[in-house]
Structure formats: structure tokens, C-alpha cells
């Protein structure tokens, strides 16, 4: 069991070593004598390949909790994301969530939070929390997750700036411990009117030392995001700001300008990267129907701080991300079908069969994206979806054939129905053959 248990954290140190190498600051060289040299070029040269040039074949693990309302929205970007492998657990409720109880809340902690910090750090590379409510994590939790950016390297994201627009639970978040390993001051926010309603417009940092995760984005972005519950952040020192929120609601503050307060923050907390964002994500400028590159912006967040590498040509990444929830939609709309196709006694196993044939080739499609060989990837995709639209229409002539003898039927019944009622009125109100004359009588001559 030692051995075991050795082995695997040998990966894991390993796994953390690429992840975050790319992230530490240059290094000073000194003199060596020529065998260690040797040794060390040699050691170089296996690990001298960008991160994302093909080493990290692995999916980007994330943990994800937040607003039970937010979480089925976040769990279907995050499942949509090829890159990513997402637990889900939702630890807020709100009026909306009328069949979420607290202790429904517990449970699902209970079963699915990481149980130690090794569990936390082995499991996951990257916490997302939105709106998550305290009171459903313990002290000793928080400690974890804070300590697991600090020294093994993972990133974090945090959005509505403290939390929440409810000082009882903005409180609670930066009472907490994990709210020192983000960037944002979230002790100075809650001791100003943090919250106000208003427009708001988000202005790009376009400062070239920064990294390009928000900047790549600069001519597919929209940075106009109109009537927003604005949320002051409030940096803190040694932190980032990549985009800024512009709006006449905080006038008394000035980052750097008067009504400029940052939108985007990030920041290394020791081995890790984490970023803190002024807005819902899902909502504002994260919301797809207002800016469909919101999304790829937060994946960008994600991969940057994973040490895994940008994307050069976001349009076809995203493009790419597209295909893939075509896959997913035409599947699920086949399987839907063949279930009920199935009742009647059609012969689904061939189509059956295809259609698992086609998810070895979106593995590897999949894998392909992961590695970052985005242009193989989207061969790869291409082709399945030119396949699997053969296979829908397939689909769709089976279910024709399967229910051939229905439609007969339900054609005999409306057309019997259609001939028996134009004979009866035909009979009785045309030619009128049941109708007789009604004779007179005396007493009507009377």
C-alpha cells in the first residue's frame, strides 16, 4: 500500500511539475562543471517543450460550486468544453430554488467535495466558485483550498467581486481565509457601499505585458454590457487588472481613472494563479447571448492559470467548441429517436452500432483538442459531423419505415372517417332520401 500510495504521488509531483513550470520567474545562471551540464541540457531538453505543445494529454479537472440556480448553466459549459472535466455541487440556494433544502446542500458535500487536501489536490487542477454561500463549508475546508493554490499550483476563480450584493454573505466570504489567496480586496469592499445599479461598459487593459487571455479576444468581444447590479472591486497589491468596468455609479473611485473600477483581476498567490471578476459569470459579460465570446474567455482564465497554452486562432477554437456541441446535440436527437423508434419493434443495433463507432473517433478528436492540435482536431470534427448527419437522416428513414403500417392506419381512419361523413351529409342534406313529404290534413284545410 505504500508503494501504491508513493507511486502516485510521484505522478502527481510529476503532473504539477508541468503545470506549473512555465509560471515562475527567469532564473539566474551560474557556472557548472561540463558533466552536470550535461545532465541538466539533457533533463532540459525533455522538458523544454511549451506547455500544451502535446505533453499534457490530460483534460483540465475542475471543481465547480456555487449558486444552485447558476449550476446547472456552468455544469453544461464546462461538460461542452472538451478541454474540461467538471464536479458540480451546488452550495447556495436562492428564492428560485424552492426544491433545494439545506441539508440537500450537505449532502451533496458530503459525497462529492474532495474528504482531505490530498484528495483536493490530486483530484483537481482548477476551483471555480460562483456566488458560493460560507456557511455550507467548514474552516478546515477553506484552509485546503486555499493552501492547494498556494503550494501545489492550483487556479481559482471567484466572480461577483464578494460574493454577493448581501453584506451577510459578502462578509462571511471575506471573513474567510480563502478570500486572501484571490486578488481582490474583498475586506475593503464590504466597508463601502460596495453595490449599486447602473450601465456599465468594460474597457479592455490592452498594457503589452500583460498575457494574452483577455487581449486575444479584443475584435470578438462586447465590451458593451448596458444596465448592470455593479459590484465595486478593489485591488490589491501585486494584482492585475486585465479589463475594467467604466460606469458613473462609483464616481468617488478611480482605477486608474474616475468611474473606472477593474472588471478582470488576476494574480499568482504563491504556486497558483487566481483571478477574481466583478460580474456573474453566465451573466453581464459572460452571458453568451449578449457576448458569445464570454465563455472562451473564462476557458482562457483556466488554461492560463493550468500552465497550459493559449490558443493563437480564438475564432477557430471557438469554432471548434461549436462542433463539438453539434456532435452532442445530433447524438442525443439520434438516441432520442432510436428510444423511440425502439417501442415499436424496429431493429435498432446496427444504427446503434455506428453511433458508437463515431464516439471513438470524437475521443480521439478529443484528445487531439486537449493536446492542443487544434487544426487535427477540427479535421477530425468535420468529417464526424458530415457522418453523423448521414446518420441522422438514416435515422429518420428508419423511423419512416418503422411506422409505415401507423401512418396506413391513421390514413384509413381519417380517410374512412372523411368518406362515411360526406355520405351522410350527402344523403341527408344533398339528395335528402330519407326525407318524405309530409301530407295535409282536414283539419289543417279547415
Same mark, same amino acid.
Given at each position: 500500500?505504500?508503494?501504491?500510495?508513493?507511486?502516485?504521488?510521484?505522478?502527481? *509531483?510529476?503532473?504539477?511539475?508541468?503545470?506549473?513550470?512555465? +509560471?515562475?520567474?527567469?532564473?539566474?545562471?551560474?557556472?557548472?562543471?561540463?558533466? #552536470?551540464? &550535461? #545532465?541538466?541540457?539533457?533533463?532540459?531538453?525533455?522538458?523544454?517543450?511549451?506547455?500544451?505543445?502535446?505533453?499534457?494529454?490530460?483534460?483540465?479537472?475542475?471543481?465547480?460550486?456555487?449558486? &444552485?440556480?447558476?449550476?446547472?448553466?456552468?455544469?453544461?459549459?464546462?461538460?461542452?468544453?472538451?478541454?474540461?472535466? %467538471?464536479? $458540480?455541487?451546488?452550495? +447556495?440556494?436562492?428564492?428560485?430554488?424552492?426544491?433545494?433544502?439545506?441539508?440537500?446542500?450537505?449532502?451533496?458535500?458530503?459525497?462529492?467535495?474532495?474528504?482531505?487536501?490530498?484528495?483536493?489536490?490530486?483530484?483537481?487542477?482548477?476551483?471555480?466558485?460562483?456566488?458560493?454561500?460560507?456557511?455550507?463549508?467548514?474552516?478546515?475546508?477553506?484552509?485546503?483550498? +486555499?493552501?492547494?493554490?498556494?503550494?501545489?499550483?492550483?487556479?481559482?476563480?471567484?466572480?461577483?467581486?464578494? @460574493?454577493?450584493?448581501?453584506?451577510?454573505?459578502?462578509? *462571511? !466570504?471575506?471573513?474567510? #481565509?480563502?478570500?486572501?489567496?484571490?486578488?481582490?480586496?474583498? /475586506? %475593503?469592499?464590504?466597508?463601502?457601499?460596495?453595490?449599486?445599479?447602473?450601465?456599465?461598459? $468594460? $474597457?479592455?487593459?490592452?498594457?503589452?505585458?500583460?498575457?494574452? $487571455?483577455?487581449? &486575444?479576444?479584443?475584435?470578438?468581444?462586447?465590451?458593451?454590457?448596458?444596465? !448592470?447590479?455593479?459590484?465595486?472591486?478593489?485591488?490589491?497589491?501585486?494584482?492585475?487588472?486585465?479589463?475594467?468596468?467604466?460606469? /458613473?455609479?462609483?464616481?468617488?473611485?478611480?482605477?486608474?481613472?474616475?468611474?473606472?473600477?477593474?472588471?478582470?483581476?488576476?494574480?499568482?498567490?504563491?504556486?497558483?494563479?487566481?483571478?477574481?471578476?466583478?460580474?456573474?459569470?453566465?451573466?453581464?459579460?459572460?452571458?453568451?447571448?449578449?457576448?458569445?465570446?464570454?465563455?472562451?474567455?473564462?476557458? =482562457?482564465?483556466?488554461?492560463?492559470?493550468?500552465?497550459?497554452?493559449?490558443?493563437?486562432?480564438?475564432? @477557430?477554437?471557438?469554432?471548434?467548441?461549436?462542433?463539438?456541441?453539434?456532435? %452532442?446535440?445530433?447524438?442525443?436527437?439520434?438516441?432520442?429517436?432510436?428510444?423511440?423508434?425502439?417501442?415499436?419493434?424496429?431493429? @435498432?443495433?446496427?444504427?446503434?452500432?455506428? #453511433?458508437?463507432?463515431?464516439?471513438? +473517433?470524437?475521443?480521439?478528436?478529443?484528445?487531439?483538442?486537449?493536446?492542443? /492540435?487544434?487544426?487535427?482536431?477540427?479535421?477530425? @470534427?468535420?468529417?464526424?459531423?458530415?457522418?453523423?448527419?448521414?446518420?441522422?437522416?438514416? %435515422?429518420?428513414?428508419?423511423? /419512416?419505415?418503422?411506422?409505415?403500417?401507423?401512418?396506413?392506419?391513421?390514413?384509413?381512419?381519417?380517410?374512412?372517417?372523411?368518406?362515411? =361523413?360526406?355520405?351522410?351529409?350527402?344523403?341527408?342534406?344533398?339528395?335528402?332520401?330519407?326525407?318524405?313529404?309530409?301530407? *295535409?290534413?282536414?283539419?289543417?284545410?279547415?
Amino acid at each position: 500500500m505504500a508503494d501504491a500510495t508513493c507511486s502516485i504521488d510521484h505522478r502527481c *509531483s510529476i503532473r504539477k511539475l508541468f503545470m506549473i513550470r512555465d +509560471r515562475q520567474g527567469p532564473c539566474e545562471l551560474v557556472p557548472v562543471k561540463s558533466d #552536470v551540464l &550535461a #545532465v541538466l541540457l539533457l533533463i532540459a531538453g525533455s522538458l523544454a517543450l511549451p506547455v500544451g505543445a502535446g505533453e499534457r494529454d490530460d483534460p483540465l479537472e475542475v471543481l465547480c460550486t456555487g449558486h &444552485a440556480s447558476g449550476m446547472p448553466l456552468m455544469g453544461a459549459l464546462l461538460k461542452r468544453e472538451p478541454m474540461t472535466d %467538471a464536479v $458540480v455541487i451546488p452550495t +447556495r440556494i436562492g428564492s428560485a430554488n424552492i426544491d433545494m433544502t439545506s441539508d440537500m446542500v450537505r449532502r451533496y458535500m458530503r459525497l462529492y467535495f474532495p474528504r482531505t487536501y490530498q484528495d483536493l489536490t490530486t483530484k483537481y487542477e482548477f476551483m471555480l466558485l460562483e456566488q458560493i454561500d460560507c456557511f455550507y463549508f467548514t474552516p478546515t475546508q477553506f484552509e485546503w483550498m +486555499r493552501r492547494s493554490i498556494e503550494e501545489a499550483g492550483l487556479g481559482g476563480l471567484q466572480d461577483r467581486s464578494v @460574493m454577493s450584493m448581501h453584506l451577510h454573505l459578502s462578509s *462571511s !466570504w471575506a471573513q474567510s #481565509v480563502l478570500s486572501d489567496a484571490f486578488p481582490n480586496d474583498a /475586506d %475593503a469592499v464590504i466597508s463601502t457601499n460596495y453595490h449599486r445599479n447602473g450601465n456599465m461598459q $468594460v $474597457v479592455l487593459n490592452e498594457d503589452p505585458t500583460l498575457p494574452d $487571455v483577455v487581449k &486575444a479576444y479584443k475584435h470578438v468581444l462586447v465590451f458593451d454590457v448596458g444596465w !448592470w447590479g455593479n459590484n465595486l472591486m478593489i485591488p490589491k497589491d501585486g494584482s492585475e487588472t486585465y479589463t475594467w468596468s467604466k460606469t /458613473d455609479v462609483f464616481p468617488e473611485f478611480s482605477y486608474p481613472k474616475p468611474g473606472f473600477f477593474p472588471h478582470i483581476l488576476g494574480w499568482r498567490y504563491g504556486k497558483g494563479y487566481t483571478w477574481s471578476v466583478q460580474d456573474i459569470l453566465g451573466a453581464s459579460f459572460w452571458n453568451e447571448g449578449v457576448n458569445p465570446y464570454g465563455t472562451d474567455v473564462m476557458i =482562457a482564465m483556466m488554461m492560463y492559470s493550468t500552465g497550459r497554452r493559449l490558443p493563437d486562432d480564438v475564432v @477557430m477554437v471557438h469554432e471548434l467548441r461549436s462542433a463539438f456541441s453539434r456532435y %452532442a446535440e445530433m447524438k442525443a436527437f439520434i438516441f432520442s429517436l432510436m428510444e423511440f423508434v425502439d417501442k415499436f419493434g424496429a431493429n @435498432m443495433a446496427p444504427l446503434e452500432s455506428k #453511433v458508437f463507432g463515431m464516439d471513438e +473517433r470524437w475521443r480521439d478528436a478529443r484528445s487531439q483538442y486537449i493536446a492542443q /492540435d487544434y487544426a487535427g482536431s477540427w479535421e477530425a @470534427m468535420n468529417g464526424l459531423l458530415a457522418d453523423i448527419s448521414s446518420l441522422r437522416d438514416e %435515422a429518420l428513414r428508419l423511423k /419512416d419505415k418503422a411506422l409505415l403500417w401507423i401512418y396506413a392506419i391513421e390514413w384509413l381512419c381519417v380517410s374512412g372517417t372523411f368518406l362515411v =361523413a360526406g355520405f351522410g351529409v350527402w344523403t341527408l342534406m344533398v339528395k335528402r332520401r330519407l326525407y318524405r313529404e309530409i301530407g *295535409s290534413t282536414k283539419l289543417a284545410h279547415a
